[in-house]
T-cell receptor, first 115, second 115 residues
Framework: DQQVKQNSPSLSVQEGRISILNCDYT??????FLWYKKYPAEGPTFLIS?????DKNEDGRFTVFLNKSAKHLSLHIVPSQPGDSAVYFC??????????????FGKGTKLSVIP | KAGVTQTPRYLIKTRGQQVTLSCSPI?????VSWYQQTPGQGLQFLFE???????NKGNFPGRFSGRQFSNSRSEMNVSTLELGDSALYLC??????????????FGQGTRLTVV
C-alpha cells in the first residue's frame, strides 16, 4: 500500500519554463511534507517543506503548494534551469509512536531540463 | 558544519556473507534513520535510532539490524546477504524528529553489491 504516490516517473521541461512536480498521499495523519532532490550516486538533498497548517511555502525559485482536501501537493520550479535536472522525491511525515515521526517517500520523478 | 558521513561508499560482498555499514550524523543530531533505495522502489524505511534506542522499524526481515552509540553514530548490519540486498543504503540524521522542522539530512550513501 503506497501512501505517497508520484505518478509521473519522468518529466521534461524547456529551460526557463515552469516545472510542476506532483505528489498524492492517502494517509490523513501526515502533517508535514517535504521535497528532496537527488543526483545519481549522491544522497537526497532537502529542498523545501510545508506544514499541514499552510497551503503554500516559497523559497526562491521553488514553491510548494498543499491541497489538504485533495491530499495533493505540488512543487513548482520557476524558472527551470539545466542544473535542476535530477530525481525529485516527495516525502510525508506522520507520528509513528514512541516519539518517532517517520518519513514516507514517493518513488520519485526524474526531471530533465532541456537547454 | 560537517554533513552526514557514511562509510564505506562502495562495497562488494558475496551471497551469504554479512556486512556492516557506518553512519556519523550531523553534530548535535540525535535521530538517525536508515533507508534502502533500489531501482523503481524509491526509499524504503529500515529503522530509526534515537538516544541509542531503536524507536521505529520498517518492514524488513530480521537479517537487517542496527545500533546507535552514545555519540549518536550508527551502524547497520545485514547478515546472510542475498542478491536482492544489492542497493544504495542511505543514512539520514535529524535533531530529534519530533519538533518542527523535521527535515532529515542524508549522507551520500553506501552502494552495496551482492554477487
Amino acid at each position: 500500500d503506497q501512501q505517497v504516490k508520484q505518478n509521473s516517473p519522468s518529466l521534461s521541461v524547456q529551460e526557463g519554463r515552469i516545472s510542476i512536480l506532483n505528489c498524492d498521499y492517502t494517509n490523513s495523519m501526515f502533517d508535514y511534507f517535504l521535497w528532496y532532490k537527488k543526483y545519481p550516486a549522491e544522497g537526497p538533498t532537502f529542498l523545501i517543506s510545508i506544514s499541514s497548517i499552510k497551503d503554500k511555502n516559497e523559497d526562491g525559485r521553488f514553491t510548494v503548494f498543499l491541497n489538504k482536501s485533495a491530499k495533493h501537493l505540488s512543487l513548482h520550479i520557476v524558472p527551470s534551469q539545466p542544473g535542476d535536472s535530477a530525481v525529485y522525491f516527495c516525502a510525508a511525515s506522520a507520528y509513528s509512536g514512541a516519539g518517532s515521526y517517520q518519513l514516507t517517500f514517493g518513488k520519485g520523478t526524474k526531471l530533465s531540463v532541456i537547454p | 558544519k560537517a554533513g552526514v558521513t557514511q562509510t564505506p561508499r562502495y562495497l562488494i560482498k558475496t551471497r551469504g556473507q554479512q556486512v556492516t555499514l557506518s553512519c556519523s550524523p550531523i553534530s548535535g543530531h540525535r535521530s538517525v534513520s536508515w533507508y534502502q533505495q533500489t531501482p523503481g522502489q524509491g526509499l524504503q524505511f529500515l529503522f530509526e535510532y534515537f538516544s541509542e534506542t531503536q524507536r521505529n522499524k520498517g518492514n524488513f526481515p530480521g537479517r537487517f539490524s542496527g545500533r546507535q552509540f552514545s555519540n549518536s553514530r550508527s551502524e547497520m548490519n545485514v547478515s546472510t546477504l542475498e542478491l536482492g540486498d544489492s542497493a544504495l543504503y542511505l543514512c539520514a540524521s535529524s535533531f530529534d524528529g519530533r519538533n518542527l522542522p523535521r527535515e532529515a539530512f542524508f549522507g551520500q550513501g553506501t552502494r552495496l553489491t551482492v554477487v
